[in-house]
């Protein structure tokens, strides 16, 4: 019996401690949620985009890890990744900005399993529980979770728990509940095959853009990187790539985002919409 005992132990132990990697050291992380086996999925070995190994960022030092691997999953036909592996190797290729990582400090992925349905544990966005109305008092459960899904992704929701949570996001009003009657989901389970998944990554129409609940200024910094420069900042900040669109008009205040510093004066100028791919 404790001979047997002992192979269990090593068999469970094992792959943790045999992760392949030339930078002599290995990262491995679950998104959000369990790999599991099923149909409609698929993992990557060695994952490359035009031959060269995926940096685990999608940008230079932004959108790491998760939305990398979302990305590199997307482009390969899925909805989304639900396992990753990384480790420190050089040279990367940063996809997004179709450029070159090649030093010690880079980090590539190694393995990437792509699927159409994944359940999220603790869905955030922007780092906040996700209420469970869309809007304030409206839209809620299903419109709520198929959103979150959405923004993910993927193409809708198939089950998802909530329960008394505070604060809560409530983001189709970009607006924080923090009040005792507040709900958030604690789980959601999105599907929707890579066809699906692809008319989604079109992009994303952000209706009165805000960063910190602040109006976006159409310059990133003062009178300097103005439209585009701040328009794909904000859909970075979301977890996208690039803007593809934009809209503006004379308001104030904005949120100079790349100063920290807000516009208050008759002359600002704030994004009213913006479209991120």
């Known amino acids: 019996m404790r001979t047997g005992l002992l192979v ?4 469970l132990v094992a792959p943790l401690a ?10 491995a992380a679950r998104a959000q949620g369990v790999e599991r086996n099923g149909q409609d999925r698929h993992r990557f070995e060695n994952p490359r985009v035009n031959g060269q190994v995926v940096d685990r960022c999608l940008n230079s030092g932004a959108n790491c890890e998760q939305p990398a691997a979302d990305n590199f999953c997307r482009q390969n036909g899925y909805a989304g990744a639900v396992y990753f ?8 290729l940063v996809v997004a900005d179709n450029k070159v990582c090649n030093d010690k ?5 190694t393995a990437i399993t792509c699927a159409n349905e994944r359940e999220f544990d603790e869905p955030r ?17 299903q419109p709520a979770a198929d959103n979150f899904c959405r923004l993910n992704g993927y193409a809708h929701a198939t089950s998802y728990r909530y329960a008394n949570i505070r604060p809560t996001l409530v983001a189709g009003d970009d607006k924080v ?3 005792g009657y507040c709900q958030g989901f604690t789980a959601v389970t999105c599907e929707g095959r890579g066809e699906r ?7 994303r ?13 159409r310059c990133l910094n003062w009178g300097e990187n103005c439209e585009q420069p701040a328009a794909d900042n904000f859909c970075r900040e979301k977890g996208f790539s690039a803007a593809t669109a934009f809209e503006f008009a004379n308001m104030r205040p904005t949120l100079v985002a790349g100063d920290d510093k807000v516009c208050n004066e008759d002359y600002c100028q704030g994004f009213t919409t913006i479209t991120c791919r």
């Open 8 to 11: 269990v132990i090593a068999i």
């Open 18 to 27: 045999t992760l392949p990697g030339t930078g002599g050291r290995a990262f």
């Open 85 to 92: 592996r990384l480790e420190y190797t050089h040279p990367t």
């Open 105 to 109: 400090a880079c980090q590539g992925f």
């Open 125 to 141: 966005i922007d780092g906040r529980a996700v209420d469970r109305c869309l809007n304030m008092g409206q839209n809620c459960d």
């Open 177 to 179: 509940c923090d009040e």
């Open 197 to 203: 998944a692809a008319k989604s990554e079109a992009g």
């Open 205 to 217: 129409r952000f209706v009165e853009p805000r960063i910190n609940g602040k109006m976006v200024d």
